[in-house]
């Protein structure tokens, strides 16, 4: 298993500090969560069914006609290298960790690449994987970049391939709903794979959700491979309607983008300055970061650390007196 | 994809008929169902944790000392076949058809049995697959059996074989919990896999919750091929407390008996005198059965159909009301 934050448990343990005592700040869920109402017994009790309301939620907030809801964009990560006979991989790096592991246990041949190298030799591999923003560092490529990156790129798959063997563009856009004018679902075409979550900009990272947004071929063979039944009764009910709040979506990127620059400015005045993030997290590189990370986790505070370059990725404050207290530790440790 | 009971939103279609006047008598979920406490909303919002509660009452539920959680039976169903390399796979038939899918599809040479074959033949195979009770027959192999049937087994694999590598008995066991006595889950070693189900004995289809009971070295290699988060916060939460409700276990063992015996004492006073079955379903065979399965269906009763041979599965109906509108639909659909 791959390291990953979130893991509040493991930190109880270690600093001898309660659950409760913790502000977590070890992911990019976002803290202004979509309020769940209670569920309908139902959707506890029955086996889940795909004609719900969930894929026409899904359709209108992302704005495409085909997509597939999985059990978390996880569960589409692991699933994708399964589909292709082994080819040649480039993931951006750094990145989310789990995408180059996938394509590894899958047997492929699987290259790093920072992003700008990703672009500038994309044709020279048959799957890329790049997320925008990326995670951890915010990096990200315009629309038309990616489109005409794609277009060059389909000689790799000749015109008479399978769905599943032409070049594909692997695009995760797990942090992108704050800015959804620059997603690049809308504009998918066969080759383009785009991954979306729900758990972070809905706070509903529990429910394990996410989106794949692909040519139909793809998603038929996406949704064989993960078999029947792959999301709950109770995440289909409460995701749908997540979706369709069209009211706490403009809040919620509203207060998004405030609490970020709010976080950018707090780690600045630190002399953390972020080298980079999004709307949910910020990514600062320090020397030191390994032993910032121990310092704040002694005040109780949880955050992510990164190797190559040492980096700390801070998530979001949820209310003032978290940002407070972030302020005050900040203050503590790098006196 | 394969066929299964449940789909109501489809027979809605098919029969015009709204979905609040069904019947569904379609699955082997109990209608008697574990009732769900309202859900702390940190289930929804952070990212589940492997550490909490979960773990441990399953091991008490299970008496086992290693368990893994999954999403659902299935998620391990579709798993284990890429664990191996291409084998040798008898898989009991008639049976849950998904085994022989998922063994298909990852490229093993499938045979399938029925229940006395499999038992005879069972060191002509490197994997071994079958349910007890059998779904949906109900048929069954007792404890002392499987142990001595898998102790022969054991040159198939050499004693130097990886774990991964030696001679698999797969038991599924997701109808077992009324007769908790006869589970192998607690015989498990190297060699043996014993999947359960929360979804039927809890009646907690829509949680998507199983476990898988096997060696450590098995359960870790499925546990990496399974990823992080696989099941949902909420699902974790509600089934580590309904493992736990040892009053409920009781009350359901004898709610479930006594509502089986009772289907069965009506499905033979109308002529279908249950071939099979357990205590979550019977199984009747009929020359006729999928022109009655439309019969009952018109009057917005569903029940499950199987070919080979010809057959229908009925479910336990939940209360009086639903035991008396079964008994009026068979006098009218068999007059």
Redesign the interface.
């Known amino acids: 298993?791959?390291e990953?934050?979130?893991?509040?448990?493991?930190a109880v343990r270690e600093y001898g500090i309660p659950r409760e005592a913790w502000l977590?700040l070890s992911?990019g869920?976002s803290p202004h969560?979509w309020?769940?109402p209670?569920?309908p017994?139902?959707?506890?009790?029955?086996?889940?069914?795909d004609?719900?309301a969930l894929s026409e939620s899904a359709r209108a907030y992302y704005g495409v006609r085909h997509v597939l809801p999985v059990?978390?964009s996880?569960?589409a990560?692991?699933a994708l290298p399964?589909l292709r006979g082994r080819s040649r991989v480039a993931v951006v790096e750094p990145g989310y960790a789990?995408h180059a592991h996938?394509w590894r246990?899958a047997g492929h041949d699987v290259t790093t690449l920072p992003m700008d190298g990703l672009l500038a030799r994309a044709d020279e591999f048959d799957v890329v994987v790049l997320i925008r923003p990326n995670n951890p560092t915010g990096d990200g490529a315009d629309i038309a970049s990616l489109l005409a990156l794609q277009a060059g790129r389909e000689p790799v798959g000749a015109a008479t391939a399978a769905p599943t063997e032409r070049a594909w563009l692997i695009v995760d856009e797990a942090f992108i709903d704050t800015r959804p004018e620059q997603s690049l679902a809308p504009y998918v075409r066969e080759g383009i794979v785009v991954l979306r979550s729900v758990?972070k900009f809905f706070?509903?990272?529990?429910?394990?959700a996410g989106f794949v947004v692909a040519w139909p071929g793809l998603l038929d063979a996406l949704?064989?491979?993960?078999?029947?039944?792959?999301?709950?009764?109770?995440?289909r009910h409460?995701v749908a309607q997540a979706l369709s709040d069209r009211a706490w979506h403009a809040s919620a990127r509203a207060w998004l983008c405030e609490a970020s620059s709010r976080l950018a400015n707090l780690l600045t005045r630190h002399g953390l300055s972020p080298a980079g993030g999004c709307e949910f997290f910020h990514y600062c590189v320090h020397a030191e970061a390994r032993a910032l990370q121990h310092a704040l986790a002694t005040q109780a505070i949880l955050v992510r650390h990164f190797d190559n370059p040492q980096a700390l990725r801070f998530g979001l404050p949820g209310d003032d007196e978290a940002f407070a207290r972030l302020d005050r530790a900040l203050a503590a440790v790098l006196a």
């Open positions: 298993m791959l990953h934050g979130g893991r509040l448990g493991r977590d992911t869920v969560v309020p769940v209670p569920i017994p139902a959707a506890w009790h029955r086996l889940p069914e004609d719900d059990a978390g996880q569960a990560i692991a399964r789990e996938a246990q758990g706070g509903l990272a529990g429910a394990r949704a064989e491979a993960l078999g029947p039944w792959t999301l709950t009764g109770p995440t409460v």
